[in-house]
């Protein structure tokens, strides 16, 4: 059964730093693209950064310059080092597994909670 267990949520003051951890239980986790979406209350899910098994990065233009998304292959593990978060950056945060290989399914972790406050 496939698996995706965030962690490393919590409370971090703005300006701070947070490093949220995604445990995937994938048999090819080279087939995925791996990603950070989050979702605000009352929003649509957006994507936070996304990275290729071969460590090509894309970001959402707000998180530019502030998050770093990284991927360890050996360890079927993915990260979001967040700096400087902002109050705005409060969300519940999910991994997401993408296939690149046409008919397989995506997967969700079931989120993490983050919350930037002072």
């Known amino acids: 059964q496939v698996q995706l267990v965030e962690s490393g949520g919590g409370l971090v003051r703005p300006g701070g730093s947070l490093r949220l951890s995604c445990a995937a239980s994938?048999?090819?986790?080279?087939?995925?693209?791996m990603g950070w979406y989050r979702q605000i209350p009352g929003r649509q899910r957006e994507l936070v950064a996304s990275?290729?098994?071969?460590?090509?990065?894309n970001y959402a233009d707000s998180m530019k310059g502030r998050f770093t998304i990284s991927r360890d292959n050996a360890k079927n593990m993915v990260y979001l080092q967040m700096n400087s978060p902002k109050p705005e950056d409060t969300a519940v945060y999910y991994c997401?597994?993408?296939?690149?290989?046409?008919?397989?399914?995506?997967?969700w972790g079931q989120g993490t909670q983050v919350t930037v406050s002072s």
């Open positions: 997401q597994a993408k296939s690149t290989v046409p008919g397989l399914y995506d997967f």
């Open positions: 994938l048999s090819i986790f080279s087939i995925y693209t």
């Open positions: 990275i290729t098994h071969g460590g090509s990065t």
